[in-house]
């Protein structure tokens, strides 16, 4: 079985986020999904969440094609996805990481063999969450 693991936020999830889990399922059989810990997101997005890291797992676990959601590393994310040894790392076309920085920290752990591979956005222009969050309406 090939797995393939994804990380983010998946503040309000949309058809990018969708879109997302399609095209990295494309290169396995098995998708894990990483979702940041409400301390992570906000240390990276310099604000905090939407929703809360339960809600945002609850959410992307009820999505069909995700077989497995686990919360975020807080620190060591190397040695996490070490626990879960995917074939595959897919990152998302936004995502702050180079695929050489993540490649030389999987070396550092021993997954000499993973992938890492960069997807492609979804209708760019309408599916960031940030564009989604600004055109949605205020209901508080």
Known sequence: MKKVMVFGAFDGLHPGHL????????FGDYLI???GTDQNVERIKEKAPLFNQQERLDLVSAVGIVDKVILGAEEDFYAEIKRYSPDVICLGYDQWASEGEVRRGLDKVGLIKTKVIRLKPHKFE????????KNSVDFQ
């Open 19 to 26: 879109d997302f889990f399609k095209q990295a399922k494309k």
């Open 33 to 35: 999904v990483s979702v």
């Open 126 to 133: 309408r599916a960031k969450s940030t564009i989604v969050k």
